[in-house]
């Protein structure tokens, strides 16, 4: 099940890499025009709508990133299936489908299917596109339908099991979502404490996307908290010191505990791997300081490392709970990022917003330390410490960028093209599979200048390149057509 995890977290990897400079974009762009969105300002609305292009589709990123990454080939084929199986679940559990379907109005339609468009149906239309490819894209047909033979009948095949899903959906969907709202309802009682449970639920159902049933109890009007527009003063009812207490405990993390968390990931990194994902960790965590948008750095992690989550989560709570106690309240429009806290300084209802940088920078010192104790006590499998990395594996340093020339020397090495049966890659690796091993010359493939040569199996080899292998692997595969 970790393994299956593990290749989830790094099928999510180059789509997560899209979203950090999409969500500063966002970010610099509420900052210009903070109180219109973009309305007040061209330049904030570019700014914000280039940067909405991929934060508020990041589900159909998952889906296609997802699809293309748990495929036996990563095959852009199973990338489609993915896309399809979206476009089939949202559109049928859609507001107004479901009205149809139930003959009732648009308003009396359960609030579930208003929050359909999640991460989480992303990445379950990913695995089911990816499934279906993995079993179906060698099917062959009778004569009279051979057109839609091997991959053409992946995509038909998951829209039939994207059906079945979304009838599951259809009824399992609004019973769960409802039992968050119940359930947020009833901790309001219980003050900070309160506050703490709600932080922790919040970052531990973002998997799944039913954290905005949650939301919806404390920052809007299902149980008439309304924590967000009370806060800023756009509906009556706020109390002084009472207001914005479900909002608060998320900035020391968004601006200091994650950021530490990235640093933390980066530190414990494999030597050799720092290269690969400082670039990712550093955006990721400039972006949940700067904006909030906290998901580019949690969705790097919590697949490969599910416990490392589970903490953070605990943490949030903690910090929740903590800043709902204290005589310090500060909100947001957007997200709890710097941006945020620097606006909400002249709410109605703000607070002490100044303590949040001490409470925050002790938080940052609690998430570095125990993420860095828990990473190495346990061997968690964060960015850079996969289970595909082993020691020694080295980047291999062309001069000039001559990929084409290493990979022909691999394949003179592998026995020709004729040879070859599939070729694949991981982060640092090629993955192979040949027809006859005796074909295969070492001292030829080592000739390329890679790190070194695996065989698991007699007709799998393993060409250990470094970071740039996904450059060899593509002209591999062009060699071999």
């Known amino acids: 099940m970790m393994k299956y995890l593990q290749r989830l977290g790094k099928s999510l990897m ?3 890499a899209c979203l950090p400079v999409a969500a500063i974009l966002m970010g610099i762009g509420y900052w210009i025009d903070p109180s219109g969105w973009g309305a007040n300002n061209v330049a904030a609305a570019f700014l914000i709508k280039a940067g909405g292009a991929l934060v508020d589709n990041m589900a159909i990123l998952f889906a296609i990133g997802v699809g293309v990454g ?29 009205a149809m379907l139930k003959g ?5 339609v359960p609030a579930a299917f208003g929050k359909i468009q999640t991460q989480f149906i992303g990445i379950l239309s990913g695995l089911i596109g990816a499934s279906c490819y993995n079993k179906f894209k060698n099917t062959k047909l009778p004569a009279a339908l051979s057109f839609f033979s091997g991959k053409r009948c992946v995509a038909i095949v998951t829209a039939g099991a994207s059906i079945v899903a979304t009838l599951i959906l259809f009824f399992v ?13 009833a901790i309001i009682s219980t003050g900070s404490i309160g506050a703490g449970i709600y932080a922790f639920f919040n970052r531990l159902l973002i998997p799944f996307g039913l954290h905005h049933a949650l939301n919806s109890v404390f920052w809007f009007d299902v149980a008439g908290i309304n924590d967000i527009g009370k806060f800023w003063g756009t509906m009556e009812g706020g109390v002084l010191g009472q207001t914005g207490m479900y909002m608060t405990g998320f900035f020391p993390v968004m601006m200091f505990g994650l950021p ?34 906290t998901e580019p750095l949690e969705f790097a992690f919590m697949f490969l490392a599910p416990g490392l989550y589970l903490i953070h989560a605990v943490l949030t709570g903690i910090s929740a709970a903590v800043c709902a106690s204290l005589p310090v309240r500060a909100g947001f429009n957007f997200s709890a990022g710097f941006v945020d806290w620097f606006l909400s300084f002249k709410a109605p209802f703000a607070e002490n917003p100044l303590w949040l940088l001490g409470i925050g920078l002790i938080f940052g010192v609690i998430y570095y330390i125990v993420f860095r ?19 020694g594996e080295m980047d291999i340093k062309l001069e000039n960028n001559d990929f084409t020339a290493v990979a022909e020397t691999i394949l003179k090495g592998l026995g020709g093209k004729e040879n070859v049966v599939s070729i694949d890659n991981c982060v ?5 599979e040949i027809k006859d091993n005796t074909k295969v010359n070492e001292k030829v493939i080592k000739s390329a200048g890679v790190a070194g040569i695996i065989r698991p199996g007699k007709t799998n080899i393993q060409v250990i390149v470094g970071t740039q292998v996904q450059f060899v692997a593509d002209e591999l595969k062009k060699l071999c057509k």
Do not use: C, Q
């Open 104 to 108: 009732v109005d648009v308003s009396e």
């Open 70 to 98: 748990m495929s036996d080939d990563n095959d852009g084929t199973a990338g489609l299936a993915g896309l399809v199986s979206w476009l089939m679940i949202t559109t049928l559990l859609s507001t107004s489908v479901v």
């Open 373 to 391: 104790f828990a990473i190495t006590k346990f061997n968690l499998k964060t960015p850079g410490r996969e289970d595909d990395d082993i020691d």
């Open 173 to 185: 969907w609004p019973v769960v979502y409802g039992a968050l709202v119940g359930f947020g309802e």
């Open 260 to 293: 530490a968390a990235a640093l933390a990931m980066y530190h414990t990194a494999k030597d050799n791997k720092k290269k690969v994902v400082a670039g990712l960790l550093l955006a990721a965590g400039l972006a949940s300081f700067f904006t909030g948008v």
């Open 428 to 432: 640092t690796r090629l993955r192979l």
């Open 14 to 16: 180059l789509p997560v």
